[in-house]
Structures are given as structure tokens and as C-alpha cells.
């Protein structure tokens, strides 16, 4: 099994510090960065699979100046494998890119049965690379899955639609790709802790994955980003008071009969 | 190499009928096809496609292509993405849009990685630049913490649109247009993956999407009671329906159902009610579009403050049912 991971800004942070400046998102130092929640998911949908029948989970991840506490999470909550496609060419990718070096080196990797990914990475939020992916490949994809089992060489998926969800059988080799809903990703145990800062991360450069440094990152990028910005939001919130929470309460149910809402 | 021209609005059907986001999407089409003074063409595809067809030409669809076959009973991108790909490739668009929905989701990544073009998915404002004649696309990024305008020179240009960002054209059934039968050879050996069962989770009662009043908790609900309780007597009070924030649906305190926000259902009613809800930008982007938005915190730094209108800064369990009571008087009164 293989499990894409990417390593962002952490998406919890209070809104007040996102802060655009030159085009870029720039954060104060302490907003640690974390592997991104769906992929979260995503690994714990294969870490399931891998109590259940087993198996070896690689994590892959594409991008720069990975911090190795952070990126070898997956390694401490059971991950067996660490390949980083790390270089400064891999910087400021799109899709496009960043799907393409993932399918290169899952061509490198060779065998697999499953490829996890998140629905949509907690930056960009595009939600494009694991089809993209598999499109390459040339393998199958389920998107939006809340649930993953393996039997007889298929796998057995529970699709999230908008008013429930589908079983969908899928054949092997394909790519998932994961929701919400399938629970939160286990925490690490102190033998996992200590296992991980055992083990060092594969380290691939593009040339590794047969592909010049003008053909990854952003030099390879589909879509140019023109530019970022923040609208600017008016408060003009009416705070309705009282005397104690139960009178502000009523006092609400007044001022919106006044002002002819309900 | 071919000439792109022209805007193809890959639509989806809703029992039966034209789905409201192939509306705006036609809407915001019409206005692109008028700019560039080119065709709008709509593609439904489906096992029956009846009077959809007709009514797409009443949104504004000049060509509406319709392909009907037993294999698209159901969305099934193997099968759905034949027909998007063949004619995509007869019609040589400019641009294709495609809703931010459970197909547009699966299917555009799949389409554009295919066709090598470029994809800018859950738009909020596109705009043709008079020069270039390229498409100027505004989404939201980091969990809607800021926007980005992206550009692409790849033909053809796809996007896919949030539901609720733009609005139909008022619907005139006297609008003339083409309604065209479209062969498309599906090969269904193609077909990798199978639905084996489709399992209903819908809340009985009013559905989200047509509420026009919504009473949405969040994480400082604690459980799932108050849903059941609380929530449920206000939302009754005023017809409407009990949604959740993203951590309710993932604690499994409510059905994924009833979550709304960047990742669940985007809804626009007239009131919305946001009790116990930080108003992270992940769950507002699924609210933003609400005529009325009412918030009620313990918190008064919440950010939720920032969207509301009016707010009351208190203890929900106490708050919530002093307003309930007090409208229930006035509405009886």
C-alpha cells in the first residue's frame, strides 16, 4: 500500500493569522506545519487494511524542506516506508505537477495493491492529484471513501454521495481516494515514536524519478496562479445583550421579529 | 490543431430533472458565450433524458447535446467520462464547466488529466479577458482563508463552480434551441469499478438544500443531544432543519448528511442559525450565501461573529431556549 501525504500549514489555526503578503501565504513561525487531515485519514484507512490482512505501508510525500518530526508521523503510527521527493525543484507545483511526480515514483516503487490519497490537500484545496494520479497510471479510482476493506483481490468501499452512501467494488490495483468519517488517525505509540526516529526517509530527486527539474515544481506547473488576496470582510455583527444569557436569548427573539426576519 | 470555440456545460439531471446547478451553471455560461459572442452548448447525459433537455434551452443552452444509454442510468465515471471525452474532442471548447458536485468532483479531475489540459476546480467568479479571450478564474484556497485568481493558456479551459456562486437566468420557455441526439459508443468492458448497493442516509424532514430557515451546532455542542433537543424544538418553530460543522459528522453525533461546509453541503437559505460554531472558514464556505446569518457563542472573539448579523454572546443551553420560547409567544402572539 502506498499512502501520499503532503505537509502544510496546520488548516486549525485561527483564521486571523492566514495573512497574504506578495502573493504568498506567509504564517508567524508558531503555526507548526502538519500532514495534511485527509491525508490523516488516508493513512489510517491503510493502517486498518494492515491490521486486518496485513500488508507494508509506504508514505510518499512531494515537496521541499520537509521537517522530518512532522513528515515521519506516518512512520510513527505504523507506516513501514518513507520516500520524499524532496529538492528545490519540487517547490511550487500545481496538480499537474505534483501528480506527475507522485505517478513517476509510484512507477519506481513498482508493486502495489492500493494507493491511499486525501480528498483535497488542506492548503490548495483542489482535490485534483489522486485522480490525476491514477489517470496516469492507468488504474481505477474511488473517490469520496469513508470505508476500505480487501477481500479476494478486490477491495469493498463505502462512497460517501450526498444523501448516503454507495458500496462500490473496486479491483486491484486502484486508488482511493479518502473523506472524513472514517475516523480520526490513530496517535502514535512511544515504540512507534522511537521505531520512526530509527528509521531515515528514502530521499528521491527528480532524476531519481526519471524527470528533469524543468518538468516538476512550479517550471511544470499547468495553471499560473495571477494572484492571491484576502477580501476584506465588514463585521457589522448586532450583539443583542441582557442582564443574563436567557434574557439576551429573548431579547434575540424580539429584535428579529423586529427587523421582520422570522 | 484544432480551433477551441464555444462553452460546454457538462449538466447533471436531479430526478428526472435538470439539476439547479446545471442552471447556473448555464447562467454563468451565457454570460461567458455573450462576451466572447460564441455558442453555449450543454451536454446531458443519462439512461432517459426527457424534458431536461427542453429545459436547459429555457436556461440558456443554444445546443443541448443529449446521449442516452442504459450504462449511464447512474453516474459511473468509466462510463460518464466516454461521453465527456468524445465530446469534448468532436466539439473542440473553449471552456468546459462543470458543477463542484459528487460527479464534477470525480469526473473533471479524471476529464482533464486525460484530454492534458489544465482544471481549476470550486470557482466562485469567472471572467473572460476581452484581450486574451482566456478565462479569469477566482477560488477560494486555504480553507477560505484567502482567494486566488488562476489563468491557464491550455485549451480546452476547465473549470468546475460551486453550487449557489452563480445564478440561472430567469427561465423562459420560449427560447429557441437545438436539441441534438448524440451517439456515443460505451465500452463497457471499460468499466472497472461496480456499485453493489446505494444505502439512503437522509434526516426524514425538510432537506437541507431547501430549508429556508437552518439551525446549525458545532463542536461546543458536546454530543449529539442537543440535536435531538434543543436545535430540533427552534428548527421545528420555524419549519426549517437541524444541520452540523465538519466535528459533530466526523464524531459521528449527527449523519454526514447534515454537514455543511467546504467538504459537505453548501447551502444558501433566508436565516441561518449557527449555535456553538467557531466559524473556522471551512465551515462558513458552506454557509456564506445565507440572506441571514445568526450567531450564538459563549465565545465572543468566534469568527462566526465576523459572518453574523445579529449574535447573542452566551451559554447555548441557556440562550437557545429563551429564544425559542420567546418566538414561540411572539409567533402565537
Keep these: ?262 | 490543431m484544432a480551433e477551441y470555440k464555444d462553452i460546454l456545460v457538462c449538466g447533471e439531471l436531479a430526478d428526472g430533472k435538470l439539476a439547479p446547478i446545471t442552471a447556473e451553471l448555464l447562467g454563468c455560461g451565457r454570460k461567458l458565450a455573450d462576451d466572447l459572442k460564441e455558442g453555449l452548448f450543454c451536454l446531458l447525459a443519462s439512461d432517459a433524458v426527457g424534458a431536461a433537455s427542453k429545459e436547459a434551452i429555457a436556461f440558456g443552452a443554444d445546443k443541448v447535446y443529449v446521449v442516452e444509454h442504459a450504462a449511464l442510468k447512474e453516474y459511473q465515471a468509466d462510463c460518464y467520462i466516454q461521453v465527456a471525452e468524445s465530446l469534448v474532442k468532436e466539439l473542440s471548447p473553449r471552456v468546459v464547466l462543470m458543477g463542484q458536485t459528487s460527479m464534477g468532483r470525480d469526473l473533471a479531475p479524471r476529464l482533464a488529466f486525460r484530454l492534458g489540459t489544465s482544471l481549476t476546480t470550486d470557482c466562485l467568479d469567472l471572467s473572460i479577458d476581452r484581450e486574451t479571450k482566456l478565462l479569469t478564474q477566482t477560488r477560494p484556497v486555504y480553507g477560505g482563508n484567502a482567494q486566488a485568481i488562476f489563468v491557464s493558456e491550455l485549451m480546452p479551459l476547465m473549470v468546475t463552480v460551486r453550487s449557489k456562486a452563480m445564478s440561472p437566468l430567469e427561465r423562459d420557455d420560449s427560447r429557441k434551441g437545438e436539441v441534438i441526439p448524440t451517439k456515443v459508443d460505451i465500452d463497457t468492458s471499460k468499466v472497472r469499478t461496480k456499485i453493489l448497493e446505494t444505502v439512503k442516509e437522509e434526516a426524514v424532514g425538510i432537506k437541507l438544500e431547501d430549508a429556508p430557515v437552518i439551525v446549525c451546532g458545532g463542536r461546543g455542542l458536546g454530543g449529539p443531544e442537543p440535536f435531538q433537543t434543543t436545535l430540533k424544538e427552534l428548527a421545528d418553530l420555524l419549519h426549517g432543519a437541524v444541520g452540523a460543522s465538519r466535528p459533530p459528522a466526523d464524531n459521528g453525533w449527527v449523519s454526514e448528511a447534515l454537514h455543511i461546509g467546504l467538504t459537505g453541503k453548501i447551502v444558501a437559505p433566508d436565516i441561518y442559525i449557527a449555535i456553538a460554531i467557531s466559524g473556522a472558514s471551512q465551515h462558513t464556505a458552506g454557509c456564506t450565501g445565507s440572506k441571514h446569518i445568526i450567531a450564538i457563542n459563549k465565545d465572543p472573539e468566534a469568527n462566526i461573529f465576523r459572518e453574523a448579523e445579529f449574535g447573542v454572546v452566551g451559554k447555548y443551553e441557556e440562550v437557545v431556549p429563551a429564544l425559542t420560547g420567546k418566538l414561540k409567544k411572539l409567533i402565537a402572539g
Design chain 1, 1 to 262: 500500500m502506498i499512502v501520499c501525504c503532503k505537509q502544510v500549514p496546520d488548516p486549525e489555526a485561527p483564521p486571523a493569522v492566514f495573512k497574504v503578503a506578495n502573493n504568498k501565504m506567509t504564517l508567524p513561525p508558531d503555526v507548526k506545519p502538519v500532514i495534511g487531515q485527509y491525508e490523516e485519514f488516508a493513512l489510517e484507512a491503510a493502517l486498518r487494511i494492515k491490521d486486518t490482512v496485513g500488508g507494508k505501508i509506504t508514505a510518499l510525500s512531494v515537496g521541499n524542506n520537509f521537517i522530518r518530526d512532522v513528515i515521519k508521523k506516518a512512520l510513527a503510527v505504523g507506516g513501514d516506508e518513507l520516500i520524499l521527493l524532496e529538492d528545490e525543484a519540487f517547490d511550487g507545483g500545481d496538480s499537474w505537477s505534483t501528480a506527475n511526480a507522485m505517478a513517476m515514483a509510484i512507477k519506481k516503487i513498482g508493486e502495489y495493491d492500493l494507493i491511499f490519497c486525501g480528498r483535497q490537500s488542506s492548503d490548495w484545496d483542489a482535490g485534483q492529484v489522486g485522480l490525476g494520479v491514477a489517470e496516469i497510471l492507468g488504474i481505477p479510482a474511488v473517490t469520496l471513501a469513508r470505508r476500505v476493506e480487501v477481500t479476494d483481490g478486490k477491495a469493498r468501499v463505502e462512497q460517501v454521495i450526498p444523501d448516503g452512501y454507495h458500496v462500490v467494488e473496486v479491483t486491484l490495483p486502484a486508488l482511493i481516494v479518502v473523506t472524513s468519517g472514517l475516523g480520526a488517525l490513530r496517535y502514535a505509540t512511544l515504540k512507534g515514536i522511537m521505531a520512526a526516529a530509527k528509521k531515515q526517509p528514502v530521499i528521491w530527486k527528480p532524476a531519481d524519478i526519471g524527470l528533469e527539474p524543468s518538468q516538476v515544481g512550479a517550471a511544470a506547473r499547468r495553471s499560473k496562479l495571477d494572484k492571491l488576496f484576502q477580501p476584506v470582510k465588514e463585521a457589522k455583527c448586532e450583539i443583542v445583550e441582557g442582564d443574563t444569557a436567557a434574557e439576551a436569548g429573548a431579547n434575540l427573539a424580539v429584535r428579529l421579529r423586529e427587523a421582520k426576519l422570522l
